[in-house]
């Protein structure tokens, strides 16, 4: 069966027209299917459509297996399981300025990065559009069925989203829908290890998101020993393309930086940060490394850490250190992993 969440309006009308109904029931279906019912209870729409949808169409393939709360901080992790027996992992986080859901754009990862769970087991697949808009209704119906829950998404669980980029540009113009859960462009960010192309292809095809790039490394030579990505797009590359996407968007660009210990976390390498990033609208968001056995890395410690953001600071870098959310539930930046789902 088709997933729902996978049409978009357009295809909504052109599926309508095959089966000969008219084409303005596309926009109560995708109203409908946003609000998080089912087909059932789609009360405006003709019994005879309403089984022919179901015949046709599961309402959402992506269901909540599993949900681990947080004892620190109240996080929850949510385990998708996915039609095809695969399981995915999902993020939430409450502010008080509302929900923040971390979603995944592919099963694993192919970019291999060295403190990151998710490419532990390699790439196995992309996530639809449809699927990734299942994690965020799939969330926001377990908070309450029927009324917009979700007021941020982050696309930084599993996977790097400018590898499924034609899904994942599909996936952001679904949310963004003003018949959907019209979420402000404003209010999503996407996170990419640094594809380049792919960057400028975002700014001329989209633009709006807040662009959040992994850095991790001041220089070529320790990023390119904790990010493979970075022998084929070096920072030169990254910089030329974030100063297009600025210049194109207006939207400042973030940057991540794991601070491990030994590695990337000395005054030096801040030196040379703030040099690297001097004059460019951008902040600096400093994590703490989050522990994922299988990859050995240590983070620096808070010291360290401390003294690192005053450096920045010193020298004119926006930068702040981000709160570590979900860590006892492995729900952390960096620990989102792909696992086959078991019979249990």
Known sequence: ???????????????????????????????????????????????????????????????????????????????????????????????????????????????????????????????????????????????????????????????????????????????????????SKRNISLSTCGICDKIYKLADDLGGVTLTISLHAPNDEIRSKIMPINKVYKIADIIDAVKYYFDKTGRRIIFEYSMIKGVNDSSDCAKELCSLLKGLPCHVNLINLNYVKEKGLQSSGKEPVQEFLKILKKNGVSATIRRTMGSDIEGACGQLRRKILKND
């Open 1 to 183: 069966m088709l997933n729902a969440l996978d049409f978009d309006i357009n295809d909504w009308i052109k599926y309508l027209s095959d089966i000969g109904e008219q084409k303005f029931r596309a926009k109560q279906i995708f109203d409908w299917l946003y609000k998080g019912v089912t087909f059932d209870e789609m009360t405006n729409l003709p019994k005879k459509l309403q089984q022919k949808l179901k015949a046709d169409f599961v309402e959402n393939s992506v269901k909540i297996h599993t949900k681990l709360v947080s004892k620190k901080d109240g996080t929850r992790k949510y385990v998708f399981a996915l039609a095809d027996g695969n399981i995915i992992e999902g993020v939430l986080m409450s502010y008080k300025y509302g929900n923040t859901i971390c979603i995944s754009t592919q099963v694993g990862c192919r970019m291999n990065c060295a403190f990151c769970a998710s490419g532990i087991d390699g790439l196995v697949r992309n996530l639809t559009a449809g699927e990734m808009a299942g994690e965020v209704l799939a969330v926001n119906n377990d908070l309450g069925k029927g009324s917009r829950q979700i007021t941020n998404i982050v696309l930084m669980g599993s996977g790097e989203p400018f590898d499924n980029y034609d899904n994942v540009i599909k996936f952001l113009k679904l949310m963004s829908d003003e018949n959907g859960l019209n979420i």
